[in-house]
Antibody
Framework: EVQLVESGGVVVQPGGSLRLSCAAS????????MHWVRQAPGKGLEWVSL????????YYADSVKGRFTISRDNSKNSLYLQMNSLRTEDTALYYC?????????????WGQGTLVTVSS | EIVLTQSPGTLSLSPGERATLSCRAS???????LAWYQQKPGQAPRLLIY???SRATGIPDRFSGSGSGTDFTLTISRLEPEDFAVYYC?????????FGQGTRLEIK
């Protein structure tokens, strides 16, 4: 059974940093592109970032480019999101999602999310 | 950057009726890399349709997708009580990937 479990969400002050983690199981992690997607309270979905199977390619939404860094450790079946220079508008539930394959694919499995609150 | 606009914002229908949801892209979506997701309160999104018209594993055949280029449609042929939720379209063929703002399907 595919499982994605996010962690690391907390309350942080504006300008602060945070690292989110996503532990994956039930599939061959290094065969798949992985993504972060966020959802502000009561709002829609916003794609944040993707990383290729080997970490060699990464892409970001304009809203987080230069502040967030996606990475993965295939030996630990884990995905990460380093978030720096946090802003109040980064407050959201952050989902880890698995691509259907490597490359440009939709997302067939999602975690339950971890809540990041940026507030003074 | 491709912007997706969904309409209507809210759709009020009764069980058994047909639902038609629209997603319009600001520029052509390459290779029909267009997906639809369903999200219920307190749950993660669920993939329904990918490649504009292919149903994901386990999705009932009352759900169908169509369209190409800039205009895409999700149709639910006969609404079941469990279909009332928020629906999002997504383009995944280019970066930055994008979701539409969602259509809320509510019980009339």
């Amino acid at each position: 059974e595919v499982q994605l479990v996010e962690s690391g969400g907390v309350v942080v002050q504006p300008g602060g940093s945070l690292r989110l983690s996503c532990a994956a199981s039930g599939f061959t992690f290094d065969d798949y592109t992985m993504h972060w997607v966020r959802q502000a309270p009561g709002k829609g979905l916003e794609w944040v970032s993707l990383i290729s199977w080997d970490g060699g390619s990464t892409y970001y939404a304009d809203s987080v480019k230069g502040r967030f860094t996606i990475s993965r450790d295939n030996s630990k079946n884990s995905l990460y999101l380093q978030m720096n220079s946090l802003r109040t508008e980064d407050t959201a539930l952050y989902y880890c999602a698995k691509g259907v394959g490597d490359g440009w694919n939709p997302f067939d499995y999602w975690g339950q999310g971890t809540l990041v609150t940026v507030s003074s | 950057e491709i912007v997706l606009t969904q309409s209507p914002g809210t759709l009020s229908l009764s069980p058994g009726e047909r639902a038609t949801l629209s997603c319009r892209a600001s520029q052509s979506v390459s290779s029909s890399y267009l997906a639809w997701y369903q999200q219920k309160p307190g749950q993660a999104p669920r993939l329904l349709i990918y490649g504009a018209s292919s149903r994901a594993t386990g999705i009932p055949d009352r759900f169908s997708g169509s369209g190409s280029g800039t205009d895409f449609t999700l149709t639910i042929s006969r609404l079941e009580p469990e279909d009332f939720a928020v629906y999002y379209c997504q383009q995944y063929g280019s970066s930055p990937q994008a979701f539409g703002q969602g259509t809320r399907l509510e019980i009339k």
